[in-house]
Nanobody, 118 residues
Framework: QVQLIESGGGLVQAGGSLRLSCAAS????????IAWFRQAPGKERERVAT????????SYADSVKGRFIISRDNAKNTVYLQMNALSPADTAVYSC???????????WGQGTQVTISS
């Protein structure tokens, strides 16, 4: 079984940066597509970034384009989300999730809190 563990969340001032990590254990991440989701209080869960399992193609929500970068290091079994130019609107619980090439996400991490102060 694959387990996903997020890390790197915390409190940062507006305009700052954070890098989130999603580490997989119990199996290889090579064959998994990974997405980062976020959910803020009172809002629906939003998929902010995705990286595919083979070619590593990336996609981003409009809300984070130009500011966030998703990448993967298969040797470390880790996917990263570099978040730049953060604003209070980015405050949310961020979770990573994995698919096996389809549209459904089978594995989820526990989430990490990201809080951006003014």
């Amino acid at each position: 079984q694959v387990q996903l563990i997020e890390s790197g969340g915390g409190l940062v001032q507006a305009g700052g940066s954070l890098r989130l990590s999603c580490a997989a254990s119990g199996g290889s991440m090579i064959g998994l597509g990974i997405a980062w989701f976020r959910q803020a209080p009172g809002k629906e869960r939003e998929r902010v970034a995705t990286i595919t399992r083979w070619l590593g193609r990336t996609s981003y929500a409009d809300s984070v384009k130009g500011r966030f970068i998703i990448s993967r290091d298969n040797a470390k079994n880790t996917v990263y989300l570099q978040m730049n130019a953060l604003s209070p609107a980015d405050t949310a619980v961020y979770s990573c999730a994995a698919n096996q090439g389809g549209e459904d996400y089978l594995y989820w991490g526990q989430g990490t809190q990201v809080t951006i102060s003014s």
